[in-house]
């Protein structure tokens, strides 16, 4: 493994969970794969389809995700929402990555 | 009327809906199609011509089959993570123990049997060989099934480690109770063998007491079999004096033991060993043939048995000591 691919694999691990964090708080406002995948593109949380559509019907099986089918377009959409126990969920990541954060600031820095 | 012609994008939701469980299949073909349907459009927009589009997006989606499960949360593994140290302990433990006891008992069986050498030799290897691939495939199975029968609930199939389950240190077998063992081991066995001689072991309403071994056998072959007791008692000690086994005395016991295998199979094979008085006397002359050689027979696989095993454990012993 190149140097540059190890980079890239801990830079995906370090952000994981952010993308669940980011779904949780844009389907606030109801929103479809597709239209997501752009919006998380824009906001900086790079992510491809083949992890977000598992990942949104995960979170909609564990309860934190509800989901409605919308026919008033051409083409049929699967609408996903965040539910109460998602934004719970949502808060309490946020609580976790800003103390992750302050201990990040905290740790001694390179000379 | 025309039929839609069947595209790229329908044999990929076909495709990827094989493996997905019915309750989910309209939701998540519909899903699948209305995203693939978007991807592709956003790239038309951009001026791409449809069917590269299409086909751009299908590669970037990958095999249908590894979507689907990463949809339906379906391990792609054998066994995983989670039994696999329950898995490969326990196909270790069969794995050391089924094909000898296999591969002893089909021995047995052969040469009871009559069969000439080199069938014997033939069905042991075929029969030890299947027994190892059996024991693998069938406890992979198992696990492969549980795997995906326990929705990653937990059955009690692997316990909580404590460390209470830490190896004991292995036996070193050079402590005062090993000597005490062996000693005590190679009076009983003199003292059983004068015994046999001046009373007997056998007892029929007939004859009285008789011995079991036979009585040629005295005085060079019992003296013989004396003389190699004493080095395995003097062995015995030097191994305690020493501490530990190493490769000269496993190699002293293992020559050891080849000679008082070696002498009881040659003396079994010439029909010198047992009493010739023994089998007329407990047995009925008409299955006398038979019971003989398996009395015979068993008594010699047992010989074998016992010094390969005491040969072998001397050599893991003087290995370990190594270390």
Known sequence: MSESEVLET?????????????????????????????????????????TLYPLLRRLEKQGYLTSEWNTDEARPRKFYRTSAAGSRLAAALIDDFHAIAAAIDALPEEH | MHATPVTLTDRYVDAAMRT????????????LRASIDDQVEARV???EPRPDAE?????????????????????????GPRYYL????LTKLLWAIVPVCAAFGVALGQTLSGAEFGEIVGSV????????VHIGFWTTLVFFIVERSTHSADIGLVSRWTPDDLPEPRERGTGLSDLVASLVFLAIAAGAILWDHFVGFVYTPETGWMSFLAPSL?????????????????????????????????????????????????LLSQQQLVNPEF???????????????????????GVVAIAAWDSIDSFLKAARARR
């Open chain 1, 10 to 50: 801990h830079l995906q691990e370090l952000r994981r969970g952010t993308v669940v964090l980011a779904c949780l708080r844009l389907l606030e406002q109801p929103g479809y794969g597709y239209g997501l995948l752009e919006q998380l593109g824009e906001r900086g949380f790079a992510t491809d389809t083949n």
């Open chain 2, 20 to 31: 997905v469980p019915d309750d989910q299949r309209a939701d998540l073909s519909a899903e």
């Open chain 2, 45 to 47: 927009e951009q001026g």
């Open chain 2, 55 to 79: 086909r751009a997006v299908l590669i970037e989606l990958g095999d249908p089959d590894k979507l689907a499960a990463q949809y339906t949360d379906r391990p792609l593994w054998l066994v």
């Open chain 2, 86 to 89: 329950t898995w490969w302990r």
């Open chain 2, 125 to 132: 290897v075929s029969v030890v060989l299947s027994v190892i």
């Open chain 2, 218 to 266: 005295w005085p060079w072959w019992i003296g013989g079999l004396f003389a190699v007791m004493v080095l395995e008692a003097l062995l015995a000690i030097s191994v305690y004096a020493k501490g530990r086994w190493d490769i000269g005395s496993a190699t002293v016991n293992l020559f050891l033991n080849l000679t008082v295998a070696g002498g009881t199979l040659w």
């Open chain 2, 279 to 301: 089998f007329d006397a407990v047995i009925p002359s008409d299955s006398a043939g038979t019971v003989t050689t398996v009395v015979t027979t068993g008594f010699a696989f």
